[in-house]
């Protein structure tokens, strides 16, 4: 060190600093007077909040409908009225809908319909968007709901075409109290399973997880399926 440098002086950069917090002054939360613009946005149906809040929202006009609670005090949420909501699908997505299919179970004529999308929101609106990973084809989609009557004969007939060997048992009663009619239907070649049809259900026994999908498939060609 040169003469007339403070030694202690000259080396303070080089020393370790401590520091202590002795007061923390900054806003943790958001302001009262900015959370109407957020409910604003947001649009809920129903909002709980505090009972010392009651004076920044009482006079305010807004769709939603308050409660408010205090301590120690028991609140009821009123039962909210079922509302449809609308659903915008983005144009390079609606694009990829399958084929829509009707259900024979209800009188009101609805369509099902499977797509794949991720679901997001702006401004108060539910908005259906392409995802990051690409769509599978139709070709490579497995369907994921089906309904209608399943023919035992035509199960057979069904199972033959994919080499699959099937015989079909009488039709009995699912029961002795029972009107109900249920079909078993026996394979035996290229591997032992066994599948039990009524009106109810389609119940698949077999050892085989992938002969059991094999089932599964010549099954829904007999269905609507999406």
């Excluded at 613009?37 to 909002?47: C, D, F, G, R, T």
């Excluded at 004529?109 to 259906?128: A, I, P, T």
């Excluded at 769509?135 to 089906?146: G, I, T």
């Amino acid at each position: 060190m040169e003469e007339g440098i403070d030694l202690d002086l000259g080396v303070l950069p080089f020393k370790p600093m401590e520091v202590k917090v002795l007061k923390c002054s900054f806003i943790s939360g958001i302001n009262v007077k900015k959370a109407p613009y957020l409910l604003e946005a947001l649009q809920p149906m129903h909002v709980v909040l505090p009972e010392d809040l009651r004076p920044h929202f009482s006079h305010l006009n807004h769709t939603y409908s308050l409660s408010y609670f205090s301590e120690n005090e028991t609140l009821v949420i009123p039962k909210l009225k079922k509302q449809g909501s609308e659903l915008s699908i983005a144009v390079d997505l609606a694009s990829q809908l399958l084929c829509c299919a009707k259900s024979p179970l209800g009188k009101d004529g609805k369509e099902f319909v499977r797509l794949k999308g991720e679901l997001s929101m702006e401004r108060g609106k539910y908005q259906l968007v392409i995802g990051n990973d690409r769509a599978p084809s139709s070709s490579q989609s497995r369907p994921v709901v089906c309904w209608g009557r399943i023919d035992p004969e035509a199960l057979v007939a069904a199972l033959g075409n994919t080499g699959i060997k099937a015989t079909v048992e009488q039709s009995q009663p699912s029961s002795s109290s029972s009107t109900t009619t249920k079909s078993m239907i026996h394979i035996s070649e290229p591997s032992e399973a066994s599948i039990e049809v009524s009106t109810e259900k389609t119940l698949i026994s077999a050892a085989d997880e992938d002969f059991a999908l094999r089932i599964s498939e010549s099954i829904c060609t007999l269905l609507k399926c999406i």
